[in-house]
């Protein structure tokens, strides 16, 4: 994962509106938006912003079905992220133990 994508999926699952929305949708297969809507308390303008942003940082995918939005989690994102902070992690210890 490139630091560029590190910094955008950190910074969209640092704004904690953009973090309950992605728990939200992390716990289900498929998330409604009206469902977001009731666990968050939003207006539709405002889940919509925080959805794209959360779908530029490739953490959720949304599909239509008729008038209907659905959102699912993209796991393998938050793999490839946390594997990356990791390694991060790592390397900080063998420079900090110099």
Do not use: F
């Not at 728990?23 to 666990?39: K, M, Q």
Request: charged share 25%; glycine share 6%; net charge positive.
């Amino acid at each position: 994962m490139t630091e560029k994508e590190l910094a955008k999926i950190s910074k969209a699952l640092g704004d904690p509106t953009r973090l309950r929305i992605y728990e939200v949708i992390a716990s289900g297969h498929e998330v409604s938006c009206s469902r977001v809507n009731d666990a968050c308390g939003l207006t539709a303008g405002t889940i919509s912003h925080h959805l794209r942003v959360l779908a530029e940082a490739n953490l959720i995918e949304s599909r239509r079905e008729g008038q209907y939005i659905y959102n699912r989690s993209v796991p393998e994102t938050i793999r490839e992220y946390t594997q990356s902070l990791t390694k991060i992690a790592g390397k900080t210890k063998a420079v900090s133990k110099s």
